[in-house]
């Protein structure tokens, strides 16, 4: 591309226009119905409408529909099992994390143990765990849907504040027509959006409301010729992640990419190729940013001429001269205004925590996200990402391996008090002192794996 374009981020459709549902954590939980085919639309509307959505299935329901399609499809991996995760309680951390718990289809035993109050599922577990609105979608042959008991247990419910979407009329399985058929999607989402807007707090509420964030994200491609270009392994997942996570925190995101991965809903994006253009979008940018996050891998040198037509082999091996690019990051900190915050990233290879400590000085940053691109897991291509976060004054905050959202949120985590000067962060994040370094912090996220790092030569993996 010869010039950067500007888009905004996807748009929802009518169905999911919502404002409400724009990063709002959804549980979706999926019981064992036929229905359950369904959920699997209504877990993309959710996504697409810009909710974060953690998907819980039941046994039963995993003889409909496969864990891995939700895993696809979601914010974060499908959960079936109270035992064996990552979270030692998952039902309680989940309850609390949530927004909304949507249950779609709602089964009558999932219904009729939510009323009961036994917990015997992992679902059940979450609906008893949470404080969050829930609103439960029933689904179910019309006998089953107008037994007294189940209509006992709906009121029972409804009473104790949840929400009912009733079942609509029409074909069922086994070739029956009847009352019980799981409402529409596009109704669904409707409803989740309303009640949304009824009980979660304005975005003025949220940490980075008011604020203006910048983040670039993947690796530059510097032309040879026209078919031939230098790059490196960036896919830009760590910066997406990052721009993510801020929108979903309130504030108003442009994201400078080289990458062709979607970017969340509620972010504008500037696509790039080379670094000089990376540069123009960047510079041109950041006065009015608040933050500026330079998540991007931009190369470090050029070819100093590009061929106007294909090098060809019978011409023999070219000779290429590489020239410097503009040094991004330290030309931002040349320019950066009174309470502007700069965070640089180092992917490095050897000597990580020293090239990046130098390079913190060096860029004049507030912080800088150092990792071991060399180690398994970590960084360019990978889902998951490990990094030390240098700050200024010689603190360093380790975060292990998790998902790249976990390390975006660990990053806007280190960010918060210099934007605000407060002592705490949010969402608070879970920090212990590592052992023979007592100026060291380490970070855990507090939500667990979610979905996707670099600057001019510290690249976005």
Request: net charge negative.
């Amino acid at each position: 591309m010869s010039d950067p374009r500007s888009r905004p981020g996807r748009t929802a459709g009518p169905e999911t226009s919502g404002a409400s549902l724009v990063g709002a954590t959804v549980v979706l939980g999926v019981s064992g119905g036929i229905a359950a085919y369904k959920a699997v639309e209504l877990c993309r509307r959710l996504v697409d409408a810009g909710s974060h959505v953690v998907p819980i299935l039941t046994s039963s329901a995993t003889r409909f529909v496969g864990e891995a399609t939700f895993s696809a499809l979601a914010s974060e991996p499908a959960r079936v099992e109270i035992f064996g995760g990552e979270s030692p309680i998952p039902h309680t951390e989940l309850g609390r994390r949530a927004d909304l718990v949507l249950i779609a289809p709602a089964t009558a035993r999932v219904i009729g143990s939510y009323a009961a109050g036994i917990s015997s599922d992992l679902l059940v577990a979450t609906l008893l765990a949470t404080r969050a609105p829930v609103l439960i979608c029933p689904a179910m042959h019309s006998e089953m849907w107008e037994h007294p008991a189940v209509q006992d247990n709906v009121a029972t419910l409804r009473g104790r504040g949840v929400y009912v979407l009733e079942p609509e009329s029409g074909h069922l399985a086994g070739g029956d027509v009847g009352a019980g058929r799981l409402a529409e999607i596009a109704v669904i989402v409707a409803e989740a959006s309303r009640i949304l807007a009824l009980t979660r707090g304005p975005r003025t509420s949220l940490p980075l409301s008011g604020r203006r964030v910048l983040v670039t994200a993947g690796g530059t491609r510097e032309p040879i010729d026209p078919v031939r270009f230098l790059s490196n392994r960036s896919s830009g997942k760590q910066g997406h992640a990052v721009a993510a996570v801020a929108v979903e925190l309130g504030a108003t995101v442009t994201l400078v990419t080289t990458s062709a991965l979607p970017a969340a809903v509620g972010v504008e994006v500037v696509e790039v190729e080379t670094a000089a253009e990376m540069a123009d979008a960047v510079l041109c940018r950041a006065a009015s940013a608040d933050l500026v996050v330079m998540a991007a891998a931009v190369a470090d040198y050029r070819p100093g001429e590009v061929a106007a037509t294909k090098l060809h082999k019978l011409d023999g091996a070219p000779l290429i001269h590489l020239v410097p690019t503009v040094d991004i990051l330290a030309e931002l900190g040349r320019r950066r205004r009174p309470g502007q915050v700069l965070v640089g990233f180092a992917a490095e290879t050897d000597a990580v925590l020293e090239r990046a400590a130098a390079k913190l000085e060096a860029k004049d940053v507030d912080l800088m996200v150092a990792n071991d691109v060399a180690a398994e897991g970590v960084g360019f291509a990978h889902e998951t990402n490990a990094v030390t976060i240098f700050h200024r004054g010689g603190s360093r905050t380790v975060v292990p391996l998790q998902s790249k959202r976990a390390v975006a949120h660990a990053v806007i985590d280190a960010v918060l008090p210099l934007l605000s000067g407060a002592e705490l962060a949010w969402p608070p994040a879970s920090r212990v002192e590592v052992p023979g370094a007592p100026q060291e912090a380490s970070w855990t996220s507090p939500s667990p794996k979610g979905a996707a790092t670099t600057e001019n030569e510290e690249p976005d993996s």
